[in-house]
């Protein structure tokens, strides 16, 4: 079993709607990280949380640190939005990376 | 801004050859990192360094080394590189701070013929 699992892989969503991406993590963790992958490959930290919630413009993230969760939501999506989205929870500098969620938002 | 540079964004070797990586950052931290990225199998870890000429193995190190001279500067090191080495490689660099974010660089994009 993965440490890090991320639902859903792909996830396609007309432009304005609510998206909701879902990580459930195994390790034991100092923090999580939110990161955005556009084409081409470089990676952009989004959010690093340890409790409760961190809202950044349109994007929320929310953790529950008891039930090993955490989720990223986007609210009135763009096509801009579209990316990989990856979730990695870290223990001290080190981080475990989920293998994405690729968001595709059809304008 | 934190800026992390790479030396390449693509490079394409040959089976056996030696291969470079360089990883630049510009905000004196002390931790820095290399990543390999494949379909299906997400980021893993192939080294980082906490300090200068320090080094701790990561998840997947087999057939890599490191080298960290000074601080801003962490290079990979394939010393004979195979075709299964093809790959994304990501640097990242973070400062160790509460509350901080790991960095990363562009990534460079590596074929092993």
């Given at each position: 079993?993965?440490?890090?699992?991320?639902?859903?892989?792909?996830?396609t969503?007309?432009?304005?709607?609510f998206?909701?991406?879902?990580?459930?993590?195994?390790?034991?963790?100092?923090?999580?990280?939110?990161?955005?992958?556009?084409?081409?490959?470089?990676?952009?930290?989004?959010?690093?949380?340890?409790s409760?919630?961190?809202?950044?413009?349109?994007?929320?993230?929310?953790?529950?640190?008891?039930?090993?969760?955490?989720?990223l939501?986007i609210?009135?999506?763009?096509?801009?939005?579209?990316?990989?989205?990856?979730c990695?929870p870290?223990?001290?500098?080190?981080?475990?990376f989920?293998?994405?969620?690729?968001?595709?938002?059809?304008? | 801004?934190v800026?992390?540079?790479?030396?390449?964004r693509?490079?394409?070797?040959?089976?056996?050859?030696?291969?470079?990586l360089?990883?630049?950052?510009?905000?004196?931290?002390?931790?820095?990192?290399?990543?390999?990225?494949?379909?299906?199998l997400g980021?893993?870890?192939?080294?980082?360094?906490y300090?200068?000429?320090?080094?701790?193995?990561?998840?997947?190190p087999?057939?890599?080394?490191?080298?960290?001279?000074?601080?801003e500067?962490?290079?990979?090191?394939?010393?004979?590189?195979?075709?299964?080495?093809?790959?994304?490689?990501?640097?990242?660099s973070y400062?160790?701070?509460?509350e901080?974010?790991?960095?990363?660089?562009?990534?460079?994009?590596?074929?092993?013929?």
């Open positions: 079993k993965n440490e890090v699992e991320q639902s859903p892989q792909n996830l969503a007309q432009e304005g709607e998206i909701t991406i879902n990580c459930s993590y195994s390790v034991g963790i100092s923090a999580l990280h939110w990161l955005q992958q556009h084409p081409g490959g470089g990676i952009v930290s989004l959010f690093m949380l340890s409760g919630k961190k809202k950044h413009g349109r994007l929320i993230a929310t953790i529950n640190i008891q039930e090993k969760h955490s989720s939501h609210t009135a999506s763009h096509p801009r939005d579209s990316a990989v989205y990856i990695a870290s223990e001290n500098e080190k981080l475990t989920g293998t994405g969620t690729r968001l595709t938002i059809i304008p | 801004d800026k992390v540079t790479q030396s390449s693509y490079l394409v070797k040959r089976t056996g050859e030696k291969v470079f360089e990883c630049v950052q510009d905000m004196d931290h002390e931790n820095m990192f290399w990543y390999r990225q494949d379909p299906g980021l893993r870890l192939i080294y980082f360094s300090d200068v000429k320090m080094k701790e193995k990561g998840d997947i087999e057939g890599y080394s490191v080298s960290r001279e000074k601080k500067r962490f290079s990979l090191i394939l010393e004979s590189a195979s075709t299964n080495q093809t790959s994304m490689y990501l640097c990242a400062s160790g701070a509460y901080e974010t790991q960095y990363f660089g562009p990534g460079t994009r590596l074929l092993v013929l």
